[in-house]
């Protein structure tokens, strides 16, 4: 069943108003004197914040270096009841929710990209606080509202996944704007990485139900 009230309604518009945050459309960092940073996604008229971003939001690829497959799919475990969960909750497909996770954060809870995108479905600082989570560093919730997010943008696309997946990098202004995936790079790769790990994923569902069938 499709969630639809003036609450969601509201979020919704909020989400989509704020989207750059979690895009990268345009994306600025500010060096503090402390060495930590800052990142906004509102033209700023600090004359040092550095624009870093305005294609496609990066991935955090650092958390993938010197895994091996052994290790990945360890980690992967660890959160797949979390996965099964809020795909559930949601009606997203858990094969689609993992495939998301392995490519944004290759299952890192404590991920953090160059943007500032944070744990293992990579959800700004902004996108995060509408979406209504506090600690995007907990599983739990990160998991639950980047799969709401997912939720989202495939109802906007009417189901297109390749356009959700395109507007969960990019951003839906984007993808509406150019009637389909965004001519960015990062996006198409994007794309292109999340549905082979999809497919890959459903493959080994119907393996392992084929090998486990229902009782």
């Not at 996108?127 to 739990?140: E, I, M, R």
């Not at 990062?186 to 082979?196: I, P």
Request: proline share 6%; charged share 20%.
């Amino acid at each position: 069943m499709v969630l639809v009230n003036w609450r969601w309604s509201l979020l919704l518009a909020g989400l989509l108003a704020g989207v750059a945050a979690q895009a990268g459309d345009a994306i600025y960092m500010y060096k503090r004197p402390d060495g930590s940073r800052a990142y906004t996604d509102r033209v700023p008229r600090h004359a040092a914040y550095v624009k870093i971003e305005n294609t496609g939001r990066p991935t955090a690829s650092a958390s993938c270096l010197g895994l091996t497959p052994a290790k990945l799919e360890a980690r992967a475990a660890s959160y797949q009841h979390l996965i099964q969960k809020y795909a559930q909750r949601h009606e997203v497909p858990a094969a689609l929710v993992r495939a998301v996770m392995r490519v944004e954060s290759c299952f890192d809870r404590r991920a953090v990209s160059r943007s500032g995108a944070r744990g293992l479905m990579q959800l700004m600082p902004q996108t995060a606080s509408l979406l209504g989570v506090d600690d995007s560093f907990d599983a739990s919730q990160n998991v639950d509202g980047g799969v709401r997010y997912l939720k989202m943008m495939l109802e906007r696309f009417n189901q297109d996944t390749r356009l959700a997946l395109a507007a969960y990098n990019a951003g839906p202004t984007a993808v509406s704007d150019h009637r389909g995936i965004p001519p960015f790079p990062e996006t198409q790769t994007y794309v292109k990485r999340v549905l082979a790990d999809y497919r890959k994923n459903q493959n080994r569902e119907r393996v392992e139900l084929a090998a486990n069938p229902p009782a």
